[in-house]
């Protein structure tokens, strides 16, 4: 079990910046994954950047605006946000994610934050 805690949402103008925070607790490890999504009114949850040991990834639509990163204890992940459109307006959810094994399968086991909303607007 995972808890996640975020912080720093709010509303910022356009070309403006935000850092979002997320820390987790419980069973967590330096393998697993730790992430970002988004959601906007209307459309579906969908993945903003993630980051591994291994690497980060990003949505096409955040590439060279946004920046996630991890602290050195590897319970903190951050996502910077520069250069904000409004189209970035949306409620963004930390999420962890841990291999498993269900019934001898290996899995991946989701943990969620509260989620924090983010707003864009002039």
């Known amino acids: 079990q995972v808890q996640l805690v975020e912080s720093g949402g709010g509303l910022v103008q356009p070309g403006g910046s935000l850092r979002l925070s997320c820390v987790a607790s419980?069973?967590?490890?330096?393998?697993?994954?730790m992430g970002w999504y988004r959601q906007a009114p209307g459309k579906e949850r969908e993945l903003v950047a993630s980051?591994?040991?291994?690497?980060?990834d990003y949505a096409d639509s955040v590439k060279g605006r946004f920046t996630i990163a991890r602290n050195d204890g590897w319970n903190t992940v951050y996502l910077q946000m520069n250069s904000l459109k409004p189209e970035d307006t949306a409620v963004y959810y930390c999420?962890?994610?841990?291999?498993?094994?269900?019934?001898?399968?290996?899995?991946?086991?989701?943990?969620w934050g509260q989620g924090t909303l983010v707003t864009v607007s002039s």
């Open positions: 999420n962890y994610k841990q291999p498993g094994w269900v019934n001898g399968r290996s899995t991946t086991f989701d943990s």
């Open positions: 419980g069973s967590i490890s330096s393998t697993d994954t």
């Open positions: 980051i591994t040991r291994g690497g980060t």
